[in-house]
């Protein structure tokens, strides 16, 4: 079993940044493929992006191309969401989730990660 813990969220201006981390227990994390998702207020939770089990593969929703950055450093246990000129649209709860997966493709869907961490609040003033 995996537990998440997803921090570094809070207020910023549009045009800022933001680092996201989510730390994982359990010694299995580096057989992990890891995503971010958001979900906005009456919105469905949507997919930011995703890496692969070794960091040399990642994913990304066209929303947040060019502008976020997903990474990990499975000798912290930890895989990280750097976040460039956010926009107001990016204000959301932000999750992290674990998906049992050591193959060379990645997963977007909600229901094919395993385990999920608490959230993160992100909110982008104009």
């Known amino acids: 079993q995996v537990q998440l813990v997803e921090s570094g969220g809070g207020l910023v201006q549009a045009g800022g940044s933001l680092r996201l981390s989510c730390a994982a227990s359990g010694r299995t994390f580096s057989s992990y493929a890891m995503g971010w998702f958001r979900q906005a207020p009456g919105k469905e939770r949507e997919f930011v992006a995703a890496?692969?089990?070794?960091?040399?593969?990642?994913y990304y929703a066209d929303s947040v191309k060019g502008r976020f950055t997903i990474s990990r450093d499975n000798a912290k246990n930890t895989v990280y969401l750097q976040m460039n000129s956010l926009k107001p649209e990016d204000t959301a709860v932000y999750y992290c989730?674990?998906?049992?997966?050591?193959?060379?493709?990645?997963?977007?869907?909600?229901?094919?990660?395993?385990?999920w961490g608490q959230g993160t609040q992100v909110t982008v003033s104009s």
């Open positions: 989730a674990a998906d049992w997966n050591l193959g060379s493709s990645l997963r977007s869907r909600t229901y094919e990660y395993d385990y």
């Open positions: 890496i692969n089990w070794s960091g040399g593969m990642t």
